[in-house]
């Protein structure tokens, strides 16, 4: 079974601070995504990468960045936390455009 | 790009009913359209999907539907038990250039509560 674990379960952290959310998957897939949700926002798309140390803009990347130096992590940083990156943070991966997204229990993140 | 819009964003049923949730998208070039259903304290997970090719699928008390001429796919959940309760959303992409992934864009999700 794919396994997609998220390092860390809560987090609070400052305005300004860098912040670091980690994600590593099990099963080899080549697709990795970070959602950020919100209520009555559903699941918005801030970055995913294809490959190994590429990386595409989703819907929301504005403060923040990525990086996937090994195929099977994938990291989102916060360059500068701020108030309004308090959010519900999911990682997924899937194998190809057709499979499903198989995400992790996500990392609620609050930045005070 | 794509915008999916889901309705209603809360609905509450009798153990045994049936409960429809309504989502409709706007880029015609979508092709794929999968349901996730997510638990409390959990991440979303796959329950059904459909493609473009494709009116109707059923997987036991769940079904979908696709109206491509007017946009818009339906989740059917029928004899509904407690452990339906859940956030349920819709999803719907496009093959992005023909490239091997794809970029799923989600609705707002619907809080689903079966009372018993």
């Known amino acids: 079974d794919v396994k997609v674990t998220q390092s860390s379960r809560y987090l609070v952290k400052r305005t300004g601070e860098k912040v670091f959310l980690e994600c590593v998957q099990d099963?080899?897939?080549?697709?990795m995504f970070w959602y950020r949700q919100d209520p009555g926002l559903g699941l918005r798309l801030i970055y995913f990468s294809y490959d190994v140390k590429m990386k595409e803009k989703g819907d929301i990347p504005e403060g923040y960045s990525v990086s996937r130096e090994k195929k099977e992590r994938f990291s989102l940083i916060l360059e500068s936390a701020s108030t309004n990156q308090t959010s519900m943070y999911l990682c997924?991966?899937?194998?190809?455009?057709?499979?499903?997204?198989?995400f992790g229990n996500g990392t609620r993140l609050t930045v005070t | 790009g794509e915008n999916v819009e889901q309705h209603p964003s809360t609905l509450s049923v009798q153990e045994g009913d049936s409960a429809v949730i309504k989502c409709t998208y706007s880029d015609s070039a979508s092709n794929y359209f999968p349901w996730y259903k997510q638990e409390l304290g959990k991440g979303p997970q796959l329950i059904i999907d459909?493609?473009?090719?494709?009116g109707e699928k059923k997987d036991q008390r769940i079904a979908v539907t696709l109206n491509k001429t007017a946009k818009h796919f339906s989740l059917h959940i029928t004899e509904t038990q407690p452990e339906d309760s859940a956030v349920y959303f819709c999803a719907a992409t496009t093959n992005a250039g023909g490239t091997s992934y794809g970029k799923l864009t989600f609705g707002q999700g619907t809080i689903l509560t079966v009372h018993p």
């Open positions: 459909i493609r473009s090719n494709v």
């Open positions: 099963m080899d897939h080549e697709n």
């Open positions: 997924a991966s899937s194998l190809g455009q057709y499979s499903p997204l198989h």
